[in-house]
C-alpha cells in the first residue's frame, strides 16, 4: 500500500505522508557532492487534506472549543 502524496511547501516537490508529517527526502536539483542533504520540508507536519470528510455517519461536531455531550 502506497502512502499519500501531498506538495512539499519548501521544494514543491509531490512527497509522500507518513504519520501526518512530509517524509525525508533530497531537495530538487542535482547534488554538486556526493553528501545526503535533506529538504528544509522533509519531517515537518502536513496541512490536513482538503479532502478530509468534515462528519462521520452524518454528525457533525459544532464549532466551539470544549467537551462535547457524551449522550
Given at each position: 500500500?502506497?502512502?499519500?502524496?501531498?506538495v512539499?511547501?519548501v521544494?514543491?516537490r509531490?512527497?509522500?505522508v507518513?504519520?501526518?508529517?512530509f517524509?525525508?527526502?533530497?531537495?530538487s536539483?542535482?547534488?554538486?557532492?556526493?553528501?545526503?542533504?535533506?529538504?528544509p520540508g522533509?519531517?515537518t507536519?502536513?496541512?490536513l487534506?482538503?479532502?478530509v470528510?468534515p462528519?462521520?455517519?452524518?454528525y457533525?461536531p459544532p464549532?466551539f472549543?470544549?467537551q462535547?455531550?457524551?449522550?
Amino acid at each position: 500500500m502506497s502512502s499519500p502524496r501531498r506538495v512539499c511547501p519548501v521544494c514543491r516537490r509531490d512527497i509522500a505522508v507518513v504519520a501526518a508529517r512530509f517524509a525525508r527526502h533530497d531537495p530538487s536539483g542535482a547534488r554538486g557532492t556526493t553528501e545526503l542533504i535533506s529538504c528544509p520540508g522533509s519531517r515537518t507536519t502536513a496541512p490536513l487534506d482538503p479532502a478530509v470528510q468534515p462528519s462521520l455517519d452524518g454528525y457533525v461536531p459544532p464549532e466551539f472549543p470544549g467537551q462535547l455531550p457524551l449522550f
